[in-house]
């Protein structure tokens, strides 16, 4: 009986050794296939894999979650994104990741990261924000009965937030600061191919007076080959946490830096000390 016993733990001691998970360091370089820090005020791609952007209008330099982010005026300031990272919308997975800060209110919805052709619902996503409503409108449609629904998740302030959307064969999850929001599935999956060039804050339905420009500011855009896990998505989060950000910070002033700033030698200023005239303080 005494030999059974001894067996019988070393059993249960076996077990839990092998129940227990070894913790695996999230690698935010995995699978990454495009990745714009904005920190040297352009758009290039620093992933290195030639996905580099395009900025239009007067787009400035402001502080983001991390060093530098891109400061858009809800008027004219867009980017589009060219390049190999457009092959990966389409059937497959993927994951998407980006911090955002609105400033001023906008009637119409403000377009945030979109590759949609046209304003209908064939093919596409489409992510908004939506003050009245007081969320973020995701849009991820194969046709007007294929589609994902109830990806819409609330946002009750215009500070930062981390927004992700994963996209994981029939899935698709919506992530607000790291944890999960929103879920939806599909049997037969959504094909969103299309021939648009990813974009933000320049969506097609900003032409049909449904939405608008994007106010404010946007930093750290990421977009992966693969779904991340909700445990992955917290530990991207935990890189950058919005309750870490700084309401005072030195940036530098690139040549293009709004028309408002009190500044004669544009080299550089407190962000959050100034006053926007137009858009109020940041």
Known sequence: MKIFHVYLLALVFIFFLTAIRTPVEFDSGKGLVAYYSFNECDARD?????????????????????????????????????????????TSDFTISFYFKVEGYLLFPQSLLSKREICDDYNMFDIHRDMQKQQVITNVYENPQKFYGGLNTGVDSKGWY????????????????????EESYRCSGVDISNEAVLSFSDSPCIRTGRASRFKGVLDELRVYDHALTEEEIASLYALYPVENVQMDCVT????????????????????????NPVIGSL
């Open 162 to 181: 981390h927004y992700a959307l994963v996209r994981e064969g029939f899935r698709a999850r919506t992530y607000i600061n790291g944890s999960l929001r």
């Open 252 to 275: 530098f002033a690139p040549k293009k830096s709004p028309d408002w700033l009190p500044i004669t030698d544009e080299t550089s200023y407190l962000c959050g000390s100034l006053t």
């Open 46 to 90: 620093d992933s290195g894999n030639g996905s580099n952007g395009e900025m239009y209008g007067d787009i400035s330099c402001w502080c983001g979650i991390d060093d530098d982010g891109l400061l858009l005026d809800g008027e004219r300031d867009y980017l589009q994104f060219p390049g190999p990272v457009n092959r990966y919308f389409t």
